[in-house]
T-cell receptor, first 111, second 114 residues
């Protein structure tokens, strides 16, 4: 069985500050990993995916995530938050035909 | 136009009523999924379909049924709605890429059962 834990259901950052969203997973086999973003009243959009080609993955809108096997983590970062980054972010781990999602982290960006 | 379209976007219904949520896609993907989203729980898989003749239960299928009318259409039904089915429902299509599933989501249907 696999599971995903996102630490912190809400994160508040100042505009221009670092955004760090934590994701830890458990999986009995090497996983494939994703981050999705959900803007208000919209569906989920794929931010980035771990391909196993590189441990540091770059996504859209300036986000990136680093896969650390030893820590079973796939944390999402953005060096400088923008007001438009206010959204809910979901980490997901996949195996076979299914994705297991974390509980989500809502990001609030303060001016 | 959106690639994955869900209708309705919002629905309020009463306990015991039958309700259908519809999903259509223009991406040409064979695989389609239905999820429900509850605060703090992320998304949970209800049903998924690999093609018109292949439908599978997900983690929380009790109280739900689905119909894959065509490659492009996948409907979710609540035969007798109950209040704890109040949630945000998402449909997704799946592209298999490099042995991995890439999922594309609709905008969601917000369902309230009174």
């Amino acid at each position: 069985a696999q599971s995903v834990t996102q630490l912190g259901s809400h994160v508040s950052v100042s505009e221009g500050a670092l955004v760090l969203l934590r994701c830890n997973y458990s999986s009995s086999v090497p996983p494939y990993l994703f981050w999705y973003v959900q803007y208000p009243n919209q569906g989920l959009q794929l931010l980035l995916k771990y391909t196993s080609a590189a441990t540091l993955v770059k996504g859209i809108n300036g986000f990136e995530a680093e896969f650390k096997k030893s820590e079973t983590s796939f944390h999402l970062t953005k060096p400088s938050a923008h007001m438009s980054d206010a959204a809910e972010y979901f980490c997901a781990v996949g195996r076979g035909n299914k994705l297991t999602f974390g509980g989500g982290t809502r990001v609030l960006v303060k001016p | 136009d959106a690639d994955v379209t869900q209708t309705p976007r919002n629905r309020i219904t009463k306990t015991g009523k039958r309700i259908m949520l519809e999903c259509s896609q223009t991406k040409g993907h064979d695989r389609m999924y239905w999820y429900r989203q509850d605060p703090g729980l992320g998304l949970q898989l209800i049903y998924y379909s690999f093609d018109v003749k292949d439908i599978n239960k997900g983690e929380i299928s009790d109280g739900y049924s689905v119909s894959r009318q065509a490659q492009a259409k996948f409907s979710l039904s609540l035969e007798s709605a109950i209040p704890n089915q109040t949630a945000l429902y998402f449909c997704a299509t799946v592209k298999v890429w490099d042995g991995k599933n890439i999922q594309y989501f609709g905008a969601g249907t917000r369902l309230s059962v009174l």
